[in-house]
């Protein structure tokens, strides 16, 4: 039930930040002065990690996800990369972990595989190593929900004479 909650605030987001564009296309001529800005594109990934199965969570996530995402961020793959955890479960199926990777824009995901794979098999040696740990990653947690975001920055704009 939360994940229909999630997805009908994303929708209601989208439709509000496209009545905004559409509103502020229009109104242009008159005295607003806002700018709004699109930065970085970004990857949530919220996750309900299986009873019993942090510590495992927390090993992979340092044997693996780490060493990789520094190493696409070191060839400009991703910008950044965070974990963070829900405080405020709304229930007990409620996701529990999230991770957030970041892209300088929109354009850094075209390739985004072929520019990935080579790191990642250099990282686990093989492609058969590669899906294991990812078959042992799905044993340990269950995604509920991946979603890509559009950060904005908000800005009063310079009046046009």
Do not use: C
């Amino acid at each position: 039930m939360k994940r229909y909650r999630i997805v009908l605030l994303v929708l209601v987001f989208v439709a509000f930040a496209g009545f905004v564009v559409l509103r502020r296309s229009q109104v242009s001529a008159q005295t607003v002065n806002i700018k709004v800005t699109p930065t970085n594109v970004s990857r949530v990934v919220l996750a309900k990690i299986n009873p019993g199965q942090r510590p495992a969570f927390d090993q992979d996530v340092m044997n693996n996800l780490i060493p990789v995402f520094e190493e696409e961020k070191k060839a400009g793959i991703i910008t950044g990369y965070e974990f963070f955890n829900n405080v405020t479960a709304d229930s007990p199926n409620d996701w529990n972990v999230g991770m957030l990777l970041t892209y300088a824009n929109y354009a850094a995901l075209d390739g985004l595989g072929e520019r990935a794979d080579p790191i990642e098999l250099k990282h686990y040696g093989s492609a058969a190593k590669r899906q294991a740990a990812g078959e042992h990653r799905n044993q340990i947690r269950t995604v509920v929900s991946n979603r890509l975001i559009r950060m904005v920055n908000y800005s009063q704009a310079t009046p046009v004479s």
